[in-house]
C-alpha cells in the first residue's frame, strides 16, 4: 500500500508499507464494527490506520522523500522524523 504525506499540497513522502504489517489494525475495526460477522450490503467505509501500525515493519520502503522534506518537519512527530532520517540518501527517488 503506498502512504503518502502533504503538508499544503506539496508532496514530501510516499512510503510503501506491506499490507500485511497493517492487518492487525483493519481486522481490530472490522471485529468491532461487525461483532457478529459482516452482513450481506453492510460495508466499513471508515478504516483507518497510522504510522505506529507500520512503524516496526522493515518491509516498508520510501518511494518518495522530497529533498527539501526538513522544511515540513513541524508537522512531524519527532519520532516520524526519525523515521524519515533512515530514508535520506536511500529512497527511490521518483523523477
Known sequence: MLVAGFVDGELVYVLEVPFESLCDRLQSQ????FPQ??????????A?????????????????L???WRQFVQW???SFQKYLERF???????S
Do not use: H, I, M
Open 88 to 94: 535520506e540518501g536511500g529512497c527511490d527517488q521518483w
Open 76 to 78: 512531524c512527530t519527532e
Open 48 to 64: 483507518n490506520f497510522s504510522f505506529q501500525d507500520y512503524q516496526d515493519d522493515e518491509r516498508v520502503e520510501c518511494r518518495y
Open 37 to 46: 460477522g459482516r452482513e450481506k450490503g453492510k460495508y466499513l467505509r471508515s
Open 66 to 68: 522530497n529533498p527539501q
Open 30 to 33: 472490522l471485529d468491532k464494527a
